[in-house]
């Protein structure tokens, strides 16, 4: 695989089968524990739980186009409002065309375009707000759909969130406008892995029944496991067709921490802690590619 942009087309991200979305996420995951390796700095943990949606979204379910325009007018939008797990977001980005994988190699590094939380002014393609200052993502998300309403474009925004981000309290503000406006070309999507930066979020902020609190609001609700492409998938296809019904779509999606290598998967200590020289190895060895193209 080369490690330049191989995409050159808003339509080539839809071609890749389930076979071929478990190897390229096997190659992310060893992207993402590489990059928070290399700076001892970083978190691996929800990165690594969310890859599978965000090989997913980029490699099979949205019209997007690599050659990057800000506006994004007729394409489907991806939104990250949880931005500390940036390293899956730009592996995914460099692995769909945006920008060489080369660059991977100056994660977190001073001058980089990849700063720890992605930032607009540093021009990185793919990046469309600054996100990390959580509970935002929302509330920018259903703006850009208002706008491609208002501008007769039919392609949809994605948003993914955390779980442990919905105790902010902008979230629920949004959560009860999106509705009350009809905002249904929006998908927003909670990593629901049980996880925050100090412990569960049973512990430290229950959040009841989601389902329950988003459909008292007026979102129609699914609920899949993020991390096996046979349930994710569809999910995601299906809320691609319920689009434009009149309600914004809310995917809660479990996944585990550190989803792909064992001794990170289920435990909030991976939030933001990389791995050793000997961990990363362990990791490696187990995050298995057929034509592994590290960069």
């Known amino acids: ?49 969310c890859t599978d949606l965000l090989v997913s979204l980029y490699f099979r379910i949205m019209k997007h186009d690599p050659s990057f325009n800000m506006n994004g007018e007729g394409e489907d939008l991806f939104f990250l409002s949880n931005g500390h797990i940036s390293p899956v977001f730009y592996s995914v980005l460099a692995r769909s065309g945006y920008f060489p994988v080369s660059e991977l190699a100056t994660f977190r590094k001073l001058n980089s375009r990849l700063q720890g939380h992605p930032a607009t002014h540093e021009h990185l393609p793919g990046i469309r707000i600054a996100s990390g200052s959580l509970g935002q993502g929302m509330s920018v998300a259903i703006g850009a759909a208002q706008a491609k309403k208002l501008n007769g474009d039919a392609s949809l925004v994605y948003v993914l969130m955390g779980d442990g981000e919905l105790e902010e309290g902008q979230v629920w503000e949004a959560a009860m406008y999106a509705p009350h406006q009809k905002v249904d070309n929006l998908i927003a999507i909670v990593d629901r892995n049980g996880q925050q930066i100090d412990g569960s979020t049973d512990e430290i902020m229950n959040l009841g029944s989601l389902r329950a609190k988003f459909e008292a609001f007026g979102w129609r609700v699914l609920e899949t496991n993020g991390n096996d492409f046979d349930q994710l998938v569809p999910t995601l296809e299906e809320a691609g067709k319920l689009s434009g019904q009149g309600q914004p779509t809310m995917i809660l999606m479990d996944t585990q921490m550190g989803f792909g290598v064992d001794y990170m998967m289920g435990s909030h200590k991976w939030h933001g802690v990389a791995p050793n020289d000997e961990q990363l190895e362990k990791a490696l060895q187990q995050l298995l590619v057929e034509q592994a193209s590290d960069y």
Do not use: Y
């Not at 050159?8 to 995951?29: G, M």
């Open 1 to 49: 695989m080369s490690q330049e942009n191989t995409l050159t087309s808003p339509v080539a991200a839809q071609q890749k089968s389930v076979a071929e979305l478990k190897q390229i996420a096997s190659q992310v995951r060893r992207d993402i524990v590489r990059m928070v390796h290399a700076v001892n700095s970083g978190h691996p943990g929800g990165s690594l739980g």
